[in-house]
């Protein structure tokens, strides 16, 4: 073994390691959530030697309407994200190929409702949606979350959009396309893998969020986000249940960010980062 | 690509963003700031009179406010630190020559996928708790006491979990920024005889204040309003140890339905957020759009 | 019809004047050529003539009709652009299908128009592929495979062989001369390459600060500069130019002499000067003469010449090839006999 090799193999242990204990928060998690609760509790815990179980799974499934749960996961994190796409896509392409003097401006100030902390408006958005019956509804918070993450989708979208050339764009215009023909057979294909990340994304970021979802719903539309936060009240120590309820919950957006992250990250540091 | 038409096109399709944010921004605030001066109680319907600033009187002068908004910065800037050192550490360490590097970011990366809610839980539950957690198994296990984490020091449990949840993103941002680092130029460098100390502090720090600049921005957002690892964990307390602005605001209002205080309280954190956003976007004017 | 004409045509970028009333006209058939300094508004107003910027004011009129107001797809024009902009997604064959498809022409119609485009300009064999797997001169036929299918009425071209290799410029110049000659129609060109200005032009206009100095045949500009400023632009190298003192009955501030018009002569020039830099390019040969009191002196001679650094040499021209300036940089036309020689004197 050379001394390149060795450093290689200094370095891979190190990162091994390190990077196995960020994850195994989550490893542990998923392990305990095929234990009996006994074991899952057992003061000598034990990585692999036990007996496997899918009890708490089906524990789990019994006590709470998981699948309901997920359904109202599913149509406020895709439906949110397609909303806001829509409104968003319009206003990147104006920020992008129609630059203005205010267009920086607009953008800082878009990015600063971002930051407009949500107990501001907490209140007079509890009351608007008692008072309007949107309270504990999907569309409710389809219409919370869009709006929140609006202008994080406008930035990553006008970050893609920047850097399609503006021949391209305007070679199509000579070429006799409409605006529509220009967004649809132009841009939209050109930027797809832009869109796909701002997409995907916003789909994870409305999937975790935790304010508004647990504020604004009870029984109906209550996400996985709520359906987890009812096992912290201290009704005895399940953890076993506990762990295969988390692993429900969070399962389905880990994968789909695991074959994501390059396009995550990039979109996520704000073009900061190539 | 401009011409007075497209120029016509381009507000109207700004049009939907720009007015639905107006709206957002404007009408639920309008309503917080005129219910901050009413004397106005969900329990008590009565005619929510006019009580001018009271409302600010009572919040600001609590101490709970006080010990909530050293709170929301120690919880803020805890978590940057920590993020940011940590994830420079690793940015550096994923960057060299590994073995099975995908599967090292993969696992890496996970924690940012784990929804706030279940990543309080399972650290209060199965870590932290001090005669189930592992923690405390281990703490038998090597002879000490285990420590109670959210009785003894619920801030900083409270830390530990959001910068286990926010140490990827970091990591994976400033990785990127450390691989886009021009080869030529660290090559230069070491050809002008810089060492590895030089090299780090003349290159590649400036190269990656554009990345920690957007790792700031975008955490701060995102830290301001933590809200669910604190429901879940301590509920704020003991007494008001772990409570930040966003957890107290929402006790007053919600909890004990005190719309009035709740919504000073609101216009307060409004205030604070500004500050923090007028600083950042400073920032940012400077570093990211260079 | 692709007659265009320019009257008292202007563009403001907020307070800027990049273009400052501008007439011109192009007749139909014809090939002009935009030539100038980098920032002069060349691009500005090919852009303003595609409908891409709008027009200050002034009015722009295509073929007869006024056009200051049409929108790009209107005005029946193509445009070939430095960076192809090409559709990155879309089939070579799609890419030149596109504006057939946006103008609704039927299928079998735009699949005959693709072939003979390919045909003409040898993309049969990559109609199927994506133009990233192309190579630039590829990319830049389907980009002028794109612009003739439509049959506009006139081709803008804005540095369209500026990012290719010198001999496939060469080659790609020669394609578009030929182009033209096949279809005829108007073409308006842009480029900063001398060769291609005066090679394929009909006529040149040569723009400085947003403003046309001179409009002619190359060979007018050539002979005839109106001004100091196309004198200095057309022709490579440079034309030399010496600052003479103006006598009594006599304007001139400034004569202006062509490399390739002076002449190495054993005795008597009109100035006299020591070689510096010889720059030996095989069938001619630049010399750079240091001449007291005047300056560097460009000589264009033969390919074979003997001189070597350091010689003392004598230059002359003659007489007929001295371009007089006034003060104002203005050529001074009268006719040469009414003119003082130029003496080695000045
Ligand atoms: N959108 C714009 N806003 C402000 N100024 C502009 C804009 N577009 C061009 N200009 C300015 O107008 C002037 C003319 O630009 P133009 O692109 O027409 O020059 P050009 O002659 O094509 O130069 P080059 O030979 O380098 O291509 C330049 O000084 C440029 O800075
Ligand atoms: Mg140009």
């Not at chain 1, 995907?200 to 996400?223: H, Q």
């Not at chain 3, 501008?22 to 107003?45: A, W």
């Not at chain 3, 005959?112 to 990319?139: C, F, H, V, W």
Request: net charge negative; glycine share 8%.
């Amino acid at each position: 073994m050379n001394t390149n090799n060795q450093t290689k193999a200094i370095y891979t242990i190190l990162a091994w390691t390190i990077s196995g204990l960020i994850f195994f928060p989550i490893l542990w998690t998923a392990i305990t959530s095929f234990k009996t609760e006994a074991e899952a509790i057992s003061s000598s815990p034990s990585l692999f030697m036990f007996e496997w179980t899918l009890e708490n799974y089906s524990d789990v499934l019994a006590r709470s309407p998981y699948f309901e749960h997920f359904w109202n996961s599913i149509v406020i994190s895709v439906g949110s994200s397609l909303v806001g796409l829509l409104i968003a896509i319009p206003a990147a392409w104006s920020m992008a190929f129609v630059q203005t003097k205010r267009t920086k401006n607009l953008l800082m100030w878009m990015l600063s409702t971002k930051m407009l902390p949500p107990v501001g408006v907490l209140i007079p958005i509890y009351l608007l949606f008692r008072d309007t019956g949107l309270l504990d509804t999907k569309l409710g918070l389809v219409i919370v979350m869009t709006l929140i993450n609006l202008p994080i989708m406008v930035w990553m979208l006008y970050t893609y959009f920047k850097e399609i050339p503006h021949e391209i764009l305007e070679a199509a215009r000579m070429d006799g396309a409409s605006i529509k023909d220009e967004i649809f057979h132009v841009l939209l294909p050109i930027a797809l893998p832009g869109i796909a990340s701002t997409m995907l994304l916003n789909v994870i970021l409305a999937w975790n969020e935790a304010f508004w979802t647990l504020i604004l719903t009870a029984a109906n539309a209550a996400p996985l986000t709520a359906f987890i936060a009812s096992y912290s009240s201290p009704e005895g120590l399940f953890y076993a249940k506990l762990s295969a309820a988390s692993v429900m919950a969070i399962v389905p957006i880990l994968i789909l960010g695991w074959f994501s992250q390059k396009q995550l990250v990039r979109g996520l540091s704000f073009g900061a980062v190539k | 690509m401009a011409t007075t038409h497209s120029r016509t096109l381009a507000k109207l399709m700004l049009l939907p963003s720009v007015s639905l944010l107006l709206i957002w921004m404007i009408v639920p605030l309008c309503m917080t700031l005129y219910f901050s001066f009413l004397d106005y109680n969900l329990l008590m319907p009565g005619d929510n009179a006019f009580i001018g600033l009271m409302n600010y009187e009572f919040f600001l002068t609590d101490p709970a406010f006080i010990e909530s908004f050293f709170n929301t910065l120690l919880l803020v800037l805890g978590v940057l630190f920590i993020t940011i050192g940590g994830g420079i550490g690793l940015a550096i360490l994923l960057d060299q020559a590994i073995w099975g590097r995908n599967y090292v970011r993969i696992m890496v990366l996970a924690p940012f996928f784990v929804m706030p809610t279940v990543s309080a839980l399972v650290w209060k539950n199965m870590f932290m708790n001090p005669v189930n957690g592992l923690f405390a198994h281990f703490a038998e296990f090597i002879g000490v006491t285990p420590v109670d984490f959210f009785a003894e020091m619920p801030l900083l449990s409270i830390i530990i979990i959001v910068s286990w949840q926010w140490l990827p993103f970091a990591a994976l941002i400033l990785l990127t920024a450390i691989q886009s680092l021009d080869r030529e130029q660290l090559e230069a460098a070491e050809l002008d005889g810089a060492g590895p100390f030089s090299k780090f502090i003349y290159i590649v720090v400036p190269h990656l204040s554009r990345a920690v600049t957007a790792v700031i921005l975008i955490e701060t957002i995102f830290l301001l309003s933590i809200f669910a690892e604190i429901l879940v964990t301590t509920s704020g307390g003991p007494g008001y140890a772990s409570t930040n602005i966003t957890y107290l605001i929402y006790t007053q209002s919600l909890l004990q339905f005190d719309v009035g205080g709740g919504s000073a309280g609101g216009i307060v954190a409004v205030i604070i957020a500004n500050i923090v956003a007028i600083f950042l976007m400073r920032l940012i004017g400077k570093n990211l759009e260079g | 019809m692709g007659s265009i004409t320019l009257k008292q045509v202007t563009k403001s970028f907020g307070d800027v004047n990049v273009i400052k009333p501008l007439d011109l006209q192009i007749r139909d058939g014809e090939f002009i050529v935009f030539v100038g300094p980098s920032g002069c508004g060349k691009s500005t107003l090919l852009r303003m003539i595609a409908g891409l910027e709008d027009t200050t004011s002034g009015t722009i009129e295509i073929g007869g009709q006024d056009a200051t107001h049409m929108p790009p797809a209107k005005r029946g024009l193509a445009m070939v652009f430095q960076s192809y902009a090409l559709y990155p997604h879309m089939s070579v064959r799609n890419n030149i299908a596109f504006p057939l498809k946006r103008a609704k022409v039927e299928p079998e119609v735009i699949e005959e128009k693709i072939t003979t485009a390919a045909k003409m300009l040898n993309l049969t064999d990559y109609l199927d592929r994506k133009p990233g797997q192309l190579s630039g001169g590829q990319r830049q036929r389907v980009a002028i495979g794109r612009a003739i299918v439509r049959q506009p009425s006139a081709f803008l071209f804005d540095e369209p062989l500026s990012n290719l290799d010198a001999s496939l410029r060469v080659n790609m110049r020669l394609e578009i001369s030929e182009l033209h000659k096949s279809l005829n129609t108007t073409m308006i060109y842009v480029t900063h390459d001398q060769v291609e200005a005066m090679t394929m032009a009909d006529r040149i206009a040569v723009f400085n600060g947003g403003v046309i100095e001179q409009v002619g045949t190359p060979l007018e500009l050539y002979q005839k500069p109106v001004n100091r400023f196309v004198a200095g632009f057309i022709g490579s190298p440079k034309m030399n130019f010496i600052d003479v003192q103006p006598s009594a009955g006599d304007a001139t501030h400034c004569i202006g002499v062509r490399p390739e018009h002076l002449q190495v002569t054993q005795d008597n020039g009109l100035w006299t000067g020591k070689v510096g830099v010889i720059e030996h390019l095989g069938s001619e040969t630049f010399l750079h003469v240091h001449v007291e009191n005047t300056g560097t002196l460009t000589v264009k001679t033969d390919g074979e010449c003997p001189l070597k650094y350091g010689d003392v040499i004598n230059l002359t021209a003659p007489q007929n090839k001295i371009l007089r300036f006034d003060k104002a940089g203005n050529t001074i036309t009268t006719d040469t006999a009414d003119k003082p020689a130029i003496s080695s004197a000045s």
